[in-house]
């Protein structure tokens, strides 16, 4: 009695008490399946141990029991024991009544065990003055135990596996190895489940939760009677109702039952396709079916539909069809097209290459061509291929245009070639289409989407890949599209500094994990960037080795590695950044890779600037300042723009710095808190403003972003610590060590204590000059800001907006600015300058 040692020990302390004169009713209560028997069995067997006498009351088929005529004359001390209490008749129920009253004066122990659902309003004053027990399914500890018992399975063993599906139940364990246990399980269920058997059997066919309605259309009752069944199957522990939907219990059990009424599907299948059921409930009917002409035809009919998101069952269907469709019948190539579309969109790249070329070879018309044409597109995009994309859709080329569905796909090919003209004309040459067209448009609003990313405009790409998801929501199944949009936002929030990017990569990694290919590795990219921007470090390293473990990494392996530099630098480990950063040089940046080469660029200036190489590090920042760095500088410079103008500061070209900032600044029209502290970050370094870091720090933190938080509050430190506020600089300093030390930034942290001590050391012993009281080189970084704007001619609330800050704040260093310069106008700052000059 494996797992039963709580119920035995129950049953022992009422048999215990029984001996001593205060006996009793024990309520047994339990679903079928869970071993009551044996349960009470083995009770019978340990009072006979102990020297009681002992009965056990049989219930006839008929429900009459010996209680039926009257209490017998029960020798004492004794166990009776009454199974099957549910089928007794009443009688026998009157008679446990009138036994009941007696029973405490007695040394007489009644243990009466019943099906717990059945009927129990029968029931319900034995339950009253009986001692109730509900005998549970085993657990798992227990149901391991049992299938080591009886198959000598140890742990990891399929078979292992295989009773999870058992719920717990000893019975089904028990027949887990049966050859025809399919058979011997049906019949078990079916002997429970009587008139609704056949219910039963379609709750099984149509999945794991069948609704109501589905199976009052398919069985052709009236809702109220299969709730009533239902109501049925449910008091006998075999269905489980969840609002408007029915769940066979265990899982073994509906597979048994579905494998056992397998020669239903094919009518179950005409049922549902007569009565409008969705597609995809047909195809799980027709997986096991025989191939015949209906079949074929509905095939014919609906593939368009469901080759998107395949089932299995679809994918052997269409094989199916193909091989059963006579020579020369009309409906072979629009099976043949859908045959290679699912085996597509399965991530079965290669046979779909195969099935579609195969297929062309066959002459078929200009649909069913542009079809094939297409999967063999998807596929080259798919693989970061944009010659294959090209080589492709030319066929197909008339009058120097493709039709829409493959101009766009040829569009997609101009970008991972780098050929942003090319791209932006199509998603130009989209527009018309895509009026008419929801799969054109929602493929022009992704390529838009990624144009405007690349000129950073994120709140523009924002807006096209919400059109795109209300789209894809409503009127389009393409999965790959869905997964550009969603990598896509990621990437946005990426550069925004929100948290939400890795939420983002989350919901997409299954699609992308179907998918395959250069999707699953520019996901694993997307993925490691997140994680970085979160402080998650070893996690962006694991989703860089993942994407390395790939059989191909589809030319995203330059941007993967330079990742993975990028963190081991922020974990002090030089070495490893450094092989990472060879490793990434050694592959071309092509394809997807091309938009992320700041990544490499970043990551080498910051290794050069850490190797003490700062002319090295000023080069390449001014390579991609200039413009000579990925496909935009836009991009480049805004994807980097913190770390850039840092080491244009640490190399002392200040005059790049700034180039850099008004770049940023120019640049920056999106409304969002990261991108709005990145601005502020970057801001701040130039001018040697503490307080704009601090509040750059502190908005970062805000969204999430650990790691610019961090790197905001390190640069605040090592400003104060400049201008002498020593306890500011120690406070800040503590913040940003805090944060590096949660991200176990080893590499940050070492830095950051090491600026610091440097830059106490000149303001402390060594008499290091301070800043003068009065004068231009009185005015902090900021102040001069200020002032430089107001010699422009910059209102306080136009050099406000340009800043982002307060009025307040910009009044503040006015009016700082004018004390230190002895000006009382600001009039005279305009002059002051132009005399600077």
């Not at 006998?236 to 509906?254: F, H, K, M, N, T």
């Not at 991609?624 to 840092?646: E, F, I, N, Q, T």
């Not at 503040?812 to 106008?825: I, N, P, Q």
Request: hydrophobic share 45%.
């Amino acid at each position: 009695m494996i797992g039963r040692d709580g119920s035995l020990a129950v049953l022992a302390a009422a048999t215990a008490e029984a001996g001593a004169g205060r006996g009793g009713l024990v309520m047994v209560r339990a679903d079928p399946g869970l071993g009551l028997s044996t349960l009470l069995d083995a009770h019978l067997a340990a009072a006979r141990s102990a020297g009681l006498r002992t009965w056990r009351v049989p219930v006839l088929p008929s429900g009459r029991t010996t209680l039926s005529a009257g209490v017998p004359e029960w020798t004492e001390p004794a166990v009776v024991v009454i199974d099957d209490l549910h089928r007794a008749d009443d009688p026998t129920l009157l008679a446990l009544h009138t036994l009941a009253d007696s029973l405490p004066r007695r040394a007489l122990l009644v243990v009466a065990g019943r099906h717990r659902g059945v009927t129990p309003a029968r029931f319900a004053q034995l339950d009253r003055i009986a001692l109730g027990h509900d005998l549970p399914p085993l657990d798992r500890d227990a149901v391991d135990a049992l299938v080591a018992e009886l198959f000598g399975a140890g742990p990891g063993s399929p078979l292992r596996e295989s009773a999870e599906g058992a719920g717990g139940s000893p019975w089904l364990l028990a027949r887990l190895t049966d050859p025809d246990r399919a058979s011997a399980v049906t019949g078990w269920a079916a002997e429970l489940a009587g008139a609704d058997t056949g219910l039963l059997r379609l709750a099984a066919l149509l999945g794991p939760a069948a609704s109501v309605d589905r199976l009052a259309s398919v069985s052709g009752s009236p809702p109220e009677e299969v709730l009533a069944a239902l109501g049925r199957l449910g008091a006998l522990g075999l269905v489980e109702q969840d609002a408007a939907r029915a769940r066979i219990r265990y899982p073994l059990l509906r597979a048994d039952l579905a494998a056992a009424s397998a020669g239903l599907r094919p009518s179950l299948a005409r049922r549902l396709a007569g009565r409008d059921a969705e597609p995809e409930a047909v195809v799980a009917q027709l997986g096991g079916a025989p191939m015949d002409g209906w079949t074929a035809d509905w095939l014919t009919a609906h593939a368009d539909r469901l080759v998107t998101r395949p089932a299995p069952e679809l994918v052997d269907l269409l094989r199916r069809a193909t091989a059963w469709l006579p020579p020369g019948d009309p409906r072979h190539h629009r099976i043949r097209a859908a045959l290679a579309e699912a085996l597509q969109w399965s991530g079965r790249l290669d046979e779909a290459r195969r099935t579609a070329a195969t297929s062309l070879a066959a002459r078929p018309e200009p649909p069913e061509r542009q079809r094939l044409r297409g999967v063999l597109a998807r596929i080259a995009v798919a693989e970061m291929d944009p010659d294959g994309v090209f080589a492709a859709l030319e066929p197909e080329r008339v009058d120097g245009r493709l039709p829409p569905r493959l101009g766009v796909l040829h569009a997609y090919a101009c970008g991972l070639a780098g050929d942003l003209a090319g791209a932006e004309q199509g998603v130009v040459d989209a527009i018309p289409a895509a009026a008419e067209d929801p799969v054109v448009e929602v493929s022009m609003l992704n390529l838009w989407a990624v144009g405007r990313c690349v000129e950073y405009d994120l709140a523009g790409a924002m807006e096209l890949l919400d059109r795109a998801d209300a789209v894809l929501d409503i009127a389009v199944s393409d999965p790959a599209q869905w997964l550009q949009s969603r990598l896509m936002r990621a990437v946005v929030q990426h550069l925004r500094f929100e948290a939400a990017a890795s939420d983002t990569v989350e919901e997409a990694r299954p699609v992308a994990e179907a998918l395959g290919a250069g999707w699953l590795a520019w996901l694993h990219t997307v993925a490691a960037l997140a994680a970085h921007n979160d402080g998650r470090l070893a996690q962006g390293l694991a989703e860089v080795d993942a994407a390395m473990a790939l059989p191909d990494q589809y030319g995203m392996a330059r941007p993967l590695h330079a990742t993975a530099a990028l963190i081991l630098l922020r974990q002090g480990r030089l070495p490893a950044a450094r092989a990472r950063l060879e490793l990434a040089e050694q592959h071309p940046g092509t394809g997807i890779a091309m938009f992320y080469e700041q990544v490499l660029a970043t990551t080498r200036a910051l290794l050069a600037d850490l190797e003490g190489r700062p002319g090295r590090a000023l080069e390449i920042v001014r390579g991609v300042a200039d413009g000579a760095v990925g496909v935009r500088a836009a991009l480049s410079v805004m994807g980097a723009g913190s770390w850039l103008v840092r080491i244009a500061l640490d190399g002392g070209d200040h005059d790049l710095a700034r180039r850099l900032v008004d770049e940023v600044r120019n640049r920056t029209t999106d409304p969002s808190v990261g991108v709005r502290g990145a601005l502020m970050f970057c801001q701040g370094m130039v001018d040697g403003d503490a307080e704009l870091l601090l509040a750059a720090s502190h908005q970062f933190a805000g969204i999430g972003s650990e790691v610019a938080a961090a790197d905001a509050g390190d640069h605040a430190a090592r400003v104060l610590a400049t201008s002498g506020r020593l306890e500011d600089a120690r406070a800040a300093h503590r913040d940003a060590i805090s944060r590096y030390t949660t991200l176990a930034a080893t590499g940050d942290i070492d830095r950051s204590t090491a600026a610091l001590r440097s830059h106490g050391v000149r303001l402390g012993a060594t008499g290091s000059r301070r800043r003068p009281k009065h004068g231009w080189a009185a005015l902090t970084g900021a102040e001069y800001r200020v002032a430089e704007l107001v010699a422009q001619g910059l209102s306080d609330r136009e050099i406000a907006a340009r800043l982002l800050v307060s009025v307040r704040t910009v009044h503040s260093h006015v009016s700082r600015a004018l004390g230190k310069l002895d000006y009382s106008s600001r009039i005279e700052i305009v002059l002051g300058f132009q005399q600077r000059g």
